[in-house]
């Protein structure tokens, strides 16, 4: 009787591959988009302290100065922001990642158990093979 087939649990090991690719591919995007904005952001609020800076050495009006502030304090605050949601999307691929290579690991066993679990069969099927031979060659020899 021929074993089980795996061919089906192997395409859904696939599958699985390919979606925790597809979850990694999505993380790691969603994480440069994040790099991309704190840049952006980074880079706002040092040409605020600059502007803030010159405006000071040349004389600044209070209320513009603390327009200033509450401006640097603003972006200070989502800067703040945008790291602690860069530090979880780097979490977020560093779990993708693990996911990844469980469901990789995973395909690869189950190959490994198809391959083995093939040539077993194929062994087997030798065998009977053999065996069979072994015995026309012994009906046709008694008969001579």
């Known amino acids: 009787m021929k074993p089980f087939s795996l061919d089906t649990v192997l395409k859904h ?3 699985l591959e390919i979606q925790a690719i597809q979850r990694l591919a999505k993380a790691r995007e969603e994480e440069n988009n994040t790099k991309d904005q704190l840049k952006k952001e980074e880079g706002i609020l040092a040409n605020l302290i600059e502007t803030l800076d010159s405006e ?11 327009q200033f502030e509450q401006r640097i ?11 602690t949601i860069l530090q979880k999307k780097k ?3 560093n779990q993708a990642q693990e996911h990844l290579i469980s469901k990789s690991k995973d395909r690869k066993i189950m190959e490994t158990l198809q391959q083995k679990q ?5 062994q087997y099927l030798n065998h009977k093979e053999t065996a069979i031979l072994d015995e026309i060659a012994v009906i046709f020899h008694g008969r001579e």
């Open 56 to 66: 000071q050495t040349l004389g600044i009006d209070v209320v513009k100065l603390v």
């Open 13 to 15: 090991r696939k599958n």
């Open 91 to 93: 979490e977020a691929v």
């Open 118 to 122: 093939d040539q077993a069969w194929q």
């Open 73 to 83: 304090n603003l972006i200070e605050k989502q800067v703040l922001a945008l790291r």
